[in-house]
């Protein structure tokens, strides 16, 4: 009784505390342009937003069904172009209307998704993730080529508003980036507790069980991947708004699609909060890493050094190995015979 | 009345004949053994049967019905269920979660609801208690001993209320207690109208299990009848004992 009523006390004590960080951390979020309104830290807040919807996003089929993804930086280009063209070919005004049309972006990415993904998940394991990356070479070479629609290396201009200047303008990219990483997180967070989340997980564990226990892997693994791309399309349509040029080269970059990819893996495949801390802490080396050495592309040295780490050190990623240590820490002796749902890395 | 009905089943793999023009029928409400040396086909029955891999030819039909070219996940929204011959469950799941995976009719609804309903988690826990392993709902699958894992995987199997359940091995690999257990189990879901087909190689489990067991003997059907009477049959005596 007496354990009953700690543990009871414990795990509303984690609850609360848990809730609490969760309100510390959303009013930081919300207030951060208030009380750092510089363009250099708005300019950082807003990519490491876009990082932390990104890596959610992408968790969402690599990390829920285990088929490794390093394509999505294709659906981050088709979001950018599919909005940089609409709000050209529509004539919106520039200002706050263009941001409407991010949905339209996303829904657009789906349905490419859907083609791609409708041939891609045909194959598993290593063969997904090569096709993934040839749709994107694929991707990038149509935005080169077809120049009369995308304006090909030359670029494609996507009109921005003037009147806003100094510190103003990245403020309306920070909320629309942050407004998407909160959708990213919730449907990550429902698909997770949902039953067709657990039909994913099912599927990263043995495709061949899922099907023979009734789980329409196919349907399943396509609906996780249109979904995840649909998002990062919607994010590329505000970064495609947020740089104003649109160039197949930085939109549809294989840099983006590897990084969402490595912060998962640094936080924690399929866990939900994994890829948020992996985002922050991956996006402020790099910045840190560009600031001290140049803007060269020697933070790819830091990505892999990041990368072998988390091979040799943190298989798992940081949450479920922070989450093992706790419950070594709170059940010193042998708990791993029963170790319950409720301490595993689901958070 | 039969449930399931294998009519002149065929595979191949290259040169190999695997499956060779197989009939059997499964008695509705029945426990029938699908017997036969290594290499007989029996795996490749369930295999062909419950869609995991194409036949060549033949038909199988559920309740009067061809499901043959269905795939797997419909086979079991229709009613059959299936287990492996090395217990398979959800290893980075709890055995709780692996309990509720299982769908018959898998739609939007999977999509919006809770992968924990409070009426499917409750009849999770019940299987698990029904199998004696309810104390280990909250463990990893991956951390649970053989025995456990098998008992999981047949609890798992039976959530979606299949009519037929496929055993491949049931006894494999587990220990005489753990065996009479599984055999009980097996006994009490019969007795509440689950129908079961079974490959076994203990004998004494198929003789004292089954009401009806058919023979396979390289790919093709050398026997069927009661426990009794196949096991006299001078067909399978040669079949076993390459006689």
Redesign the interface.
């Known amino acids: 009784m007496t354990d009953a009523w700690t543990l009871g006390l414990r795990i509303g004590r984690g609850a609360a505390l848990k809730a609490l960080g969760l309100v510390v951390l959303a009013v930081f979020a919300l207030i951060l342009p208030v009380i750092a309104p510089d363009p250099a830290t708005t300019n950082i807040a807003v990519f490491t937003v876009m990082y932390v919807g990104l890596a959610t996003a992408w968790n969402i089929m690599g990390g829920y069904t285990g088929y490794i993804s390093l394509g999505h930086a294709a659906f981050f280009g088709i979001g950018a172009y599919a909005f940089g063209l609409l709000v050209i070919h529509l004539n919106i005004t520039p200002g706050y209307a263009p941001f409407l049309l991010v949905p339209v972006a996303g829904v657009l990415t789906a349905v490419f998704a859907v083609g791609i993904g409708w041939i891609a998940l045909r194959t598993r394991a290593a063969t997904f993730v090569i096709v993934t990356i040839a749709f994107m070479f694929i991707v990038q070479l149509l935005a080169e080529n077809l120049v009369k629609l995308t304006g090909g290396g030359a670029g494609l201009s996507v009109p921005y508003p003037h009147d806003w200047g100094g510190d103003f303008f990245n403020t309306p990219f920070y909320y629309a980036m942050l407004a998407l990483a909160v959708i990213a997180l919730a449907a990550s967070w429902w698909i997770r507790r949902s039953k067709f989340g657990l039909g994913l997980l099912a599927i990263r564990d043995d495709e061949d069980k899922a099907l023979a226990v009734g789980v329409p892997t196919r349907a399943f693994k396509l609906t996780a991947f249109v979904i995840s791309a649909a998002l990062v399309g919607m994010i590329g349509a505000v970064y495609g708004y947020y740089v104003t040029y649109l160039y197949p080269q930085f939109v549809v970059d294989p840099l983006i699609g590897i990084s969402m990819v490595l912060m998962t893996f640094l936080g924690g495949l399929g866990t939900l909060s994994g890829p948020v801390i992996g985002a922050v802490l991956l996006e402020r080396a790099q910045l840190e890493f560009a600031y001290r050495f140049g803007a060269s592309r020697l933070y790819l040295v830091l990505f892999s050094a990041v990368f072998l780490v988390v091979i040799l050190i943190l298989p798992r990623g940081i949450v479920p190995s922070v989450a093992d240590l706790v419950r070594r820490w709170r059940r010193p002796a042998a708990s791993d015979a029963t170790t319950p749902a409720e301490q595993r890395v689901a958070s | 009345m039969s449930l399931l009905e294998v009519d002149d089943l065929s595979k191949r793999f290259g040169g190999v004949v695997a499956v060779d023009s197989c009939s059997l029928s499964v008695p509705a409400g029945s426990i029938t053994g699908l017997i036969g040396p290594n290499g007989s086909g029996k795996t490749t029955v369930f295999n062909l049967v419950?869609g995991?891999i194409p036949r060549d030819g033949g038909d199988v039909r559920f309740k009067a019905r061809s499901i043959a070219g269905l795939?797997?996940?419909r086979i079991?929204?229709l009613g059959i269920?299936?287990t492996?011959q090395l217990a398979?469950?959800?290893?980075?799941?709890?055995a709780?979660?692996n309990m509720?995976?299982?769908?018959?009719r898998?739609g939007l609804?999977?999509?919006?609801?809770?992968?924990?309903?409070g009426h499917e988690k409750a009849r999770a826990m019940e299987m698990l208690e029904f199998m004696d392993i309810s104390?280990?709902a909250?463990?990893?699958?991956g951390?649970l001993s053989y025995g456990q894992r098998k008992l999981l995987e047949l609890a798992?199997?039976m959530?979606?209320r299949p009519e037929l359940v496929l055993l491949d091995e049931p006894a494999g690999g587990v220990n005489p207690v753990l065996l009479e257990r599984i055999a009980e189990h097996i006994r009490q879901l019969n007795g509440q109208g689950v129908t079961f087909l079974l490959v076994e190689h203990n004998m004494s489990f198929v003789m004292n299990l089954c009401h009806e067991v058919v023979v396979l003997h390289q790919g093709r059907v050398i026997a069927k009848g009661k426990p009794r009477e196949v096991r006299e049959d001078p067909a399978v005596l040669d079949a076993y004992l390459g006689a």
Not at chain 2, 88 to 94: A, D, E, K, N, W
Not at chain 2, 100 to 104: D, E, S, T
Not at chain 2, 112 to 117: D, I
Not at chain 2, 138 to 141: A, E, K, R, S, V
Request: aromatic share 12%; hydrophobic share 45%; no cysteine.
């Open positions: 419950t995991f795939g797997p996940d079991y929204g269920g299936r492996f398979r469950i959800f290893p980075r799941l709890t709780l979660e509720l995976v299982p769908v018959r898998a609804r999977a999509l919006l609801s809770h992968g924990q309903w104390r280990v909250g463990t990893l699958g951390a798992a199997v959530m979606a």
